[in-house]
């Protein structure tokens, strides 16, 4: 358990955050299967680096854990590996989080894979082969993973790979990522409509490209709540303004609904958090995260603390992530005195009360839920349970705590 005294924020500091684990994740499965990546600043998140120990390794059985990320992504890896059998499998929750439509995406191209426990659930025994299929139709609103998984492998295939979307599209963001990082790298593509195309990749002996990874949005999320409640200048690294990454969007967020103003200084790659002193918080404050659905936790915290109403839609992924975000969100803040409401795609408040004496944060084996609660330690001392969760992304956020917080009892 971790103990965060009731603080105050240092002004000026400087945080160092490591690279995006989405990025690196993708880069890794290309690495893997071309020869001209080389990647630098690599997350060191625990997903990154269970994937990098699984794409290392040449085991028929591979253990992914709580890795959501690797899961998907390595589905399509292990598909198209001609001739090697592959049991794909993880932790107890990660049999609980489906994996169905890219299961089915990846049978209508040709792929053997059976469900060796729940149908629809990992784990997976997938039989690699050549696909030459070219073509696939997809729900639009499934998550933005299964897609990436798909166009990660579209390059390295005969005929290329046609992704036809039906329906709305969901974290759209996270797909115009992944299709910008194949530009990068040469492997043409295009998103018109619904309609995605990648071409194959003809090229595999081009010179070697390094890519730097940006450091994570995701990450940075957790510094605009301090910076927002403890109303003190913060700096990180490593960002660019032309981010690829969604949760970029909180920089616009967090200046529209709490006066935190971003500035860029592009030689060093480094942003600046500076609150307005003489900005007036909203009246309430209603937005759509369907871009963005990973930060709406910090979010919610930040508004529960400043004690304004708020009525987030767009998070319908948040249900099957690695825990239902949603009613943990639910359950957390009612600690922090907030009463919501939720539904399977919403969360609103509907009142504030007093914060609970003793306040303790379930964080459900989700590293999100222990980041995005800590900087209510500006408002109140507070606990966070099983404090190694942040090992998923972010093993140095205890760390970095420590260097822009004055702890003081009571």
Same mark, same amino acid.
């Given at each position: 358990?971790?103990?965060?005294?009731?603080?105050?924020?240092?002004?000026?500091?400087?945080?160092?955050?490591?690279?995006?684990?989405?990025?690196?994740?993708?880069?890794?499965?290309?690495?893997?299967?071309?020869?001209?990546?080389?990647?630098?600043?690599?997350?060191?998140?625990?997903?990154?680096?269970?994937?990098?120990?699984?794409?290392?390794?040449?085991?028929?059985?591979?253990?992914?854990?709580?890795?959501?990320?690797?899961?998907?992504?390595?589905?399509?890896?292990?598909?198209?590996?001609?001739?090697?059998?592959?049991?794909?499998?993880?932790?107890?929750?990660?049999?609980?989080?489906?994996?169905?439509?890219?299961?089915?995406?990846?049978?209508?191209?040709?792929?053997?894979?059976?469900?060796?426990?729940?149908?629809?659930?990992?784990?997976?025994?997938?039989?690699?082969?050549?696909?030459?299929?070219?073509?696939?139709?997809?729900?639009?609103?499934?998550?933005?993973?299964?897609?990436?998984?798909?166009?990660?492998?579209?390059?390295?295939?005969?005929?290329?790979?046609?992704?036809?979307?039906?329906?709305?599209?969901?974290?759209?963001?996270?797909?115009?990522?992944?299709?910008?990082?194949?530009?990068?790298?040469?492997?043409?593509?295009?998103?018109?409509?619904?309609?995605?195309?990648?071409?194959?990749?003809?090229?595999?002996?081009?010179?070697?490209?390094?890519?730097?990874?940006?450091?994570?949005?995701?990450?940075?999320?957790?510094?605009?709540?301090?910076?927002?409640?403890?109303?003190?200048?913060?700096?990180?690294?490593?960002?660019?303004?032309?981010? +690829?990454?969604? @949760?970029?969007?909180? #920089?616009?967020?967090?200046?529209? =609904?709490?006066? /935190? *103003?971003?500035?860029?200084? %592009? $030689?060093?790659?480094?942003?600046?958090?500076?609150?307005?002193?003489?900005?007036?918080?909203?009246?309430?404050?209603?937005?759509?995260?369907?871009?963005?659905?990973?930060?709406?936790?910090?979010?919610?915290?930040?508004?529960?603390?400043?004690?304004?109403?708020?009525?987030?839609?767009?998070?319908?992924?948040?249900?099957?992530?690695?825990?239902?975000?949603?009613?943990?969100?639910?359950?957390?803040?009612?600690?922090?005195?907030?009463?919501?409401?939720?539904?399977?795609?919403?969360?609103?408040?509907?009142?504030?009360?007093?914060?609970?004496?003793?306040?303790?944060?379930? +964080?459900?084996? @989700?590293?999100?839920? #222990?980041?995005?609660?800590?900087? =209510?330690?500006? /408002? *109140?001392?507070?606990?966070? %349970? $099983?404090?190694?969760?942040?090992?998923?992304?972010?093993?140095?956020?205890?760390?970095?705590?420590?260097?822009?917080?004055?702890?003081?009892?009571?």
């Amino acid at each position: 358990m971790k103990k965060l005294k009731k603080s105050e924020l240092k002004a000026d500091q400087t945080i160092q955050i490591s690279g995006s684990k989405s990025i690196s994740n993708r880069l890794l499965i290309l690495e893997n299967l071309f020869n001209n990546i080389k990647i630098g600043n690599l997350s060191n998140s625990q997903d990154t680096r269970l994937l990098e120990k699984a794409l290392s390794e040449n085991t028929e059985t591979v253990d992914i854990h709580h890795a959501g990320t690797a899961m998907r992504f390595l589905t399509s890896y292990y598909s198209i590996q001609e001739g090697k059998t592959t049991i794909l499998t993880g932790s107890k929750r990660m049999k609980e989080r489906p994996i169905k439509n890219l299961v089915t995406a990846l049978q209508k191209l040709g792929v053997e894979i059976e469900y060796l426990e729940n149908d629809g659930f990992p784990p997976l025994k997938i039989t690699g082969r050549k696909i030459t299929e070219k073509s696939v139709e997809v729900p639009a609103n499934i998550s933005s993973q299964f897609i990436t998984s798909l166009l990660l492998i579209a390059g390295k295939l005969e005929n290329g790979l046609e992704i036809n979307l039906v329906g709305e599209i969901t974290s759209r963001s996270y797909i115009e990522m992944t299709l910008d990082i194949l530009t990068t790298f040469g492997i043409q593509n295009s998103f018109i409509g619904n309609t995605i195309k990648v071409e194959p990749f003809a090229d595999q002996q081009s010179s070697t490209v390094t890519y730097e990874v940006e450091s994570d949005w995701s990450s940075a999320s957790y510094f605009y709540s301090f910076a927002a409640l403890g109303r003190k200048t913060l700096h990180l690294k490593s960002f660019y303004k032309a981010s +690829t990454q969604g @949760d970029s969007a909180i #920089a616009q967020i967090y200046e529209r =609904f709490f006066g /935190i *103003k971003t500035t860029y200084t %592009e $030689d060093q790659h480094a942003l600046t958090l500076q609150p307005d002193p003489d900005f007036r918080f909203p009246d309430k404050i209603v937005l759509d995260m369907n871009n963005c659905p990973d930060i709406a936790q910090t979010l919610c915290v930040t508004a529960s603390a400043l004690r304004i109403p708020f009525e987030i839609s767009g998070l319908g992924t948040l249900r099957v992530k690695e825990t239902d975000r949603l009613l943990a969100l639910y359950n957390e803040l009612q600690k922090l005195g907030t009463e919501t409401e939720i539904t399977d795609s919403t969360i609103q408040s509907v009142r504030f009360g007093e914060p609970q004496d003793n306040i303790s944060i379930k +964080t459900y084996q @989700d590293h999100r839920m #222990a980041m995005s609660f800590a900087p =209510f330690c500006l /408002i *109140k001392e507070l606990n966070i %349970e $099983d404090e190694a969760v942040i090992e998923k992304s972010y093993p140095m956020f205890w760390e970095d705590l420590e260097k822009i917080l004055i702890s003081h009892n009571g």
